[in-house]
């Protein structure tokens, strides 16, 4: 019996979510417009637990990196990894775009926890230098995470570990490229030019992520941003999920509780 009240709090709750429309929590995110872009500019959002699992600080370390691999007077000087997608006439002259003209902002929403993490992470963020800042947010509300999509050009979360990655599907189905790690679902995202997946071996792929999304102008990422929700639509079949869901819970198919009934 107490099994059969699960599934109907599982199904209630399926239900009442689908009323929330205000939200994109496991449901598609209607595709925000892309903000102002400019060459050199970029602004990065997570949305997710800071956690040593979701690897916040990965990021903020990557950012230093990437900092200073723009302080150089070559490209060629950077350390160089085995994956190199970019090659090196790119690579060269992505950094003549960039030079003294780079400019990130990262912003973060979600509760910290683990607090030793978070206070490693604000260490991290006193380090970096004036033209990128970071603000975290605290947690957010479910019906403020379009808003906070539509604010960004790349959701950025490079987990270590992801069943699903809710917050990677609904970025996407938001027309927002991501940068995550290989260890999640969503993989092949260059390929769609959905986004990007990055080795957790060290930063180098991950900063040349960063790198690569503050090079673009409007309109390339615009296109990536059609390729974003491109790629949610053709991974997941939300109503199909939905209608599963419905005719798994439905309580027409469930044997009723009689105690339910007093």
Not at 16 to 40: D, H, L, M, T, Y
Not at 71 to 76: A, E, F, H, S
Not at 142 to 151: C, E, H, R
Request: net charge neutral; proline share 4%.
């Amino acid at each position: 019996m107490l099994r059969m009240r699960r599934r109907r709090n599982i199904y209630s709750r399926f239900l009442e979510f689908g009323k929330r429309k205000s939200s994109c929590k496991f449901s598609q995110c209607a595709v925000q417009p892309v903000v102002q872009k400019e060459v050199g500019q970029l602004k990065l959002v997570s949305v997710a637990l800071v956690s040593a699992m979701k690897n916040v600080l990965f990021v903020l370390e990557s950012l230093a990196v990437s900092e200073a691999w723009l302080r150089r007077d070559t490209l060629r000087q950077a350390p160089r990894n085995e994956r190199d997608w970019q090659g090196d006439i790119l690579r060269q002259t992505q950094d003549d775009r960039l030079r003294g003209e780079l400019s990130i902002e990262y912003n973060i929403y979600g509760p910290i926890k683990d607090k030793q993490y978070w206070e490693a992470c604000e260490a991290q963020i006193k380090k970096l230098p004036p033209n990128i800042t970071v603000n975290y947010h605290g947690d957010i509300a479910p019906d403020k995470i379009a808003a906070a999509l539509a604010a960004s050009h790349v959701f950025i979360l490079p987990s270590k570990s992801e069943n699903f990655g809710h917050a990677i599907y609904e970025a996407l189905s938001a027309g927002r490229p991501v940068i995550t790690s290989n260890n999640t679902p969503w993989n092949k995202l260059e390929d769609a030019k959905a986004g990007m997946n990055v080795s957790l071996t060290d930063t180098a792929e991950l900063v040349q992520a960063i790198e690569r999304f503050a090079g673009m102008g409007q309109e390339e990422l615009e296109a990536w941003s059609k390729g974003a929700r491109a790629y949610a639509d053709s991974a997941v079949d939300v109503e199909g999920i939905r209608r599963q869901y419905e005719e798994m819970f439905s309580p027409h198919h469930l044997p009723i509780d009689r105690e339910d009934l007093t």
